[in-house]
């Protein structure tokens, strides 16, 4: 397991449609078990494969869990871990508009139109079809936004101006050093 170097917008790498996943062999449970690595590292709550300079389509999601039991005090919220190969949109529909960042695109965010209601489905890394439905939050802005990646598509993409862009303020540096480093790490 190893932490990655997460490439940045600018990238060709990004660009890219990925290819699709032939067969589920020990480099891509190799390259699973780095991804999820890095987008915790980083940290994040997405991440697409070529995000690691590996044009395929395999993405990693982790977000809080929604309907799972209040944690024991003092420990943080339980997490649920998607890992989706050859991922594709079945269903969408309605309209909101989340604000969004990506690790790509570190230190911004911005309004982005995204669907309500969102059902996915691909292979998870045993191999097996699943399905995932989710309404109306994280889950269902990750899955748009990660799937966007493996067909070279940035959030940015659906902004109608780039002065929607805004800078995400890092309360543990000087203001001055701020705009200098310009990492934020919010978005997936
Ligand atoms: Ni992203």
């Known amino acids: 397991m190893a932490v990655l170097l997460i490439r940045m917008a600018g990238d060709p790498v990004l660009r890219q449609k990925a290819k699709r996943v032939r067969t589920i062999d020990a480099s891509i449970q190799k390259l699973i078990d780095d991804m999820i690595d890095t987008m915790r590292d980083a940290p994040g709550v997405g991440l697409a494969a070529n995000q690691v ?3 395929l389509r395999v ?5 809080p869990e929604e309907d799972g039991e209040d944690p024991p005090p003092g420990e943080p919220p339980r997490r649920q871990l ?10 969408r529909s309605g309209q909101r508009q989340p604000d969004e960042g990506c690790l790509s695109i570190p230190g911004y965010k911005a309004p982005t139109p995204r669907s309500v209601s969102v059902t996915a489905k691909g292979l998870n ?3 097996k079809e699943i399905r995932i ?12 936004h990660e799937i966007d990646h493996i067909n070279g598509i940035l959030y940015i993409d659906h902004l109608e101006s780039m002065d929607q862009l805004v800078k995400i303020e890092d ?3 000087p203001e001055d050093e701020v705009k200098a480093s310009a990492r934020g790490g919010h978005g997936p």
């Open 53 to 55: 300079g590996v044009p």
């Open 82 to 91: 998607y890992t989706l190969i050859n991922p594709q949109i079945v269903k």
């Open 171 to 173: 309360e543990n540096e």
């Open 125 to 127: 890394r045993d191999g």
């Open 59 to 63: 993405i990693v999601i982790e977000v």
């Open 133 to 144: 439905k989710a309404e109306n939050n994280l889950l269902a802005e990750a899955l748009e």
